[in-house]
């Protein structure tokens, strides 16, 4: 099935809706305009349908392979990448300093959905660089950033993030990975680790590992913790790579999905590595790298729901089957069906939703760091904190439900292999589990992130989404505003109760059970809001006259869908949100077993 990337969505999602344009006015990113950002995704969705979808199909097929301690990329990979690297992908937010562009956040996220879209396992690869970038730039020293810094911007190397070990999972406290003196500046690893994404690979002459591991008098527990920097190979003081270092892969993992993506049992056996950052500080730093993951793994869930979407769509236009309600056609295209006009309505709308959280949560990161003034800064911190963990969670949950929809769009023939829609499924299922499972995503949102300035960002976004609420009217009347009012004040109202609750030592199973749901009504909420803004927009951009009117429509359209499937189920998940402590005790294991 052709991937055509969605360039018009993207541009208008970020301009119209998450508001990109304001950060002209920060002066920090003097080279971008409209132009700019016109080029980046034109040509990012031209090297996503042209180079890396074809590859999407051979990949799953076939498969990164591993033998005598080394690991091959799939058929056609590791040019793939060369090519990406030689087109400046890597480089899009990097500071000139070291070799990058210094463009937006939010605009290489749009960009990067176009890659997601067309060969998940292959983005997974440049996505570790970019957060390897964002930690280095944050806690390197200025020998690592002149040494190691460049070649990853650069694309010259790759990056790889190395954390689970097999007792350490999401408790990341529990990990054993020893990092000991060698007298020189330098440290032994020596450890295994699990997961390890593109962990190696022949696609390029060097992968830069980022390992937490434990110093011999570090304290137990995650205050323990250091971050170190290892290459496969050394680099020596003229910049050169020298000798094999002492880690290797033992195997690659056998997975549902993402199969040309190398998940890698690494073995580190003396290698030599250095200290990046403080001591005993290194899950600080690589929370650093975990963060920017957490965006990209929610834009890949943005990614991965399109491409699933356009392969039922166009399954949907061609299959021919029983007569259409609308035209009267005997033998009419599936898509004249009202059941399989819903399901797809409703996942274009819910796409449009997830990639309008997730470029929001781009500029917020963005306006964070460069907003003029400091008031301003915390603001958008605020908003990028509280975004994040829903970006990431609801997002991939999103990429399952509408590659799971694919499949029923299909019917039987999505059940077989050959159509290619269970790629999508298998490929997408991954995407709520690493990274931090979107169960840690909803226990940091409210354990932290909602409480961590009394509640005041989630407060600021609820007066921003009820400003929007406020001029709705002018657009719609009866239902479509109803539903939202009645979503918003649910919101609200979850909200209060979780920091009533989380004020009160003896109820933290209840803000527990609760986080799921609450996670999940915030992003169907946020998800109205911005549908709402992009249809105001729309409805200005007709109104002045300009624009595609049957496109802009198309836009006014889709948040009736949202608010008529979306929103008005928010009052259910409200009144699911205070019964959690209590029922789940009662839940015990004998229950559960009986």
Avoid at 117 to 138: D, R, V
Avoid at 315 to 330: C, H, I, L
Avoid at 335 to 356: E, G, N
Avoid at 564 to 582: C, D, E, F, W, Y
């Amino acid at each position: 099935m052709i991937y055509r990337a969605p360039i018009r969505d993207l541009a208008f999602t970020l301009t119209e809706i998450a508001g990109i344009d304001q950060l002209r006015a920060t002066g920090a990113f003097p080279d971008y305009d409209a132009e700019v950002l016109g080029a980046v995704l034109e040509a990012a969705g031209s090297f996503s349908e042209g180079v890396l979808a074809p590859l999407n199909w051979i990949g799953d097929q076939k498969g990164s392979t591993y033998a005598n301690g080394d690991v091959t990329a799939a058929p056609g990979f590791a040019d793939a990448y060369r090519q990406f690297a030689q087109g400046g992908w890597t480089g899009l937010t990097a500071s000139i300093e070291s070799g990058g562009q210094a463009l937006p956040k939010a605009l290489e996220l749009a960009a990067y959905e176009t890659v997601h879209s067309a060969n998940m396992a292959f983005g997974l690869c440049p996505m570790l660089s970019l957060a390897s970038i964002e930690a280095l730039e944050a806690h390197g020293t200025d020998s690592q950033k002149a040494t190691y810094l460049t070649k990853l911007v650069s694309g010259e190397w790759t990056g790889a993030m190395v954390l689970t070990e097999p007792q350490a999972g999401s408790d990341l406290g529990a990990l054993t990975t020893t990092a000991t003196p060698n007298g020189d500046g330098t440290y032994a690893l020596n450890g295994q680790k699990i997961y390890i994404t593109w962990g190696d690979h022949d696609a390029t002459d060097n992968i830069v590992h980022l390992v937490l591991a434990r110093l011999p008098d570090a304290p137990p527990g995650p205050k323990g913790i250091s971050l170190f920097l290892a290459s496969k190979y050394l680099v020596k003081p003229d910049g050169t790579l020298g000798e094999r270092n002492a880690f290797r892969p033992v195997g690659v993992e056998h997975k549902l999905g993402i199969h040309a993506s190398p998940t890698c049992v690494m073995s580190y056996e003396g290698a030599t590595a250095e200290l990046v950052g403080r001591p005993n500080e290194g899950l600080s730093h690589m929370f650093v790298m975990m963060n920017a993951a957490r965006i990209a793994v929610g834009v890949e869930g943005v990614g991965i729901a399109e491409r699933a979407y356009q392969h039922a769509l166009a399954y949907a236009s061609d299959r021919r089957q029983g007569r259409s309600v609308w035209t009267g056609e005997a033998n009419a295209p599936i898509v004249d069906h009202p059941d399989v006009r819903r399901m797809l309505s409703v996942m274009k709308a819910k796409i449009a939703a997830a990639r309008a959280i997730c470029l929001s949560c781009g500029v917020a990161a963005d306006m964070a760091r460069h907003a003029p003034e400091e008031a301003a800064r915390r603001r958008w911190k605020g908003r990028e904190d509280l975004f994040t963990p829903i970006a990431k969670a609801w997002s991939t949950d999103l990429g399952v439900e509408v590659a799971s929809m694919g499949i029923q769009i299909h019917g039987g023939m999505g059940f077989i292999e050959e159509t290619g829609a269970a790629q999508h499924y298998r490929d997408a299922r991954i995407g709520p589990i690493y990274e931090g499972t979107n169960g840690i995503q909803a226990m940091d949102l409210v354990g932290r992130k909602l409480s961590q300035d009394g509640g005041q960002s989630a407060r600021d976004l609820i007066a921003d989404m009820k400003a929007t609420l406020a001029v709705l009217p002018r657009l719609y009347s009866g239902k479509p505003v109803d539903r939202f009012a009645n979503a918003l004040e649910a919101v609200e109202d979850a909200t209060l109760w979780l920091l009533d609750a989380k004020a009160d030592a003896g109820r933290a199973a209840d803000v527990l059970a609760a986080a799921d749901g609450y996670l999940k009504l915030m992003g169907d909420v946020a998800g109205g809001w911005m549908l709402a803004k992009g249809a105001l927009a729309a409805r200005a951009i007709l109104d002045a006259g300009e624009g595609d009117p049957a496109w802009l429509e198309g836009k006014i359209a889709l948040y009736e869908v949202y608010a008529a499937n979306v929103l008005g189920h928010a009052p259910s998940r409200l009144a699911a949100i205070g019964q959690g402590g209590a029922l789940l005790e009662r839940m015990t294991l004998d229950v559960l077993a009986g």
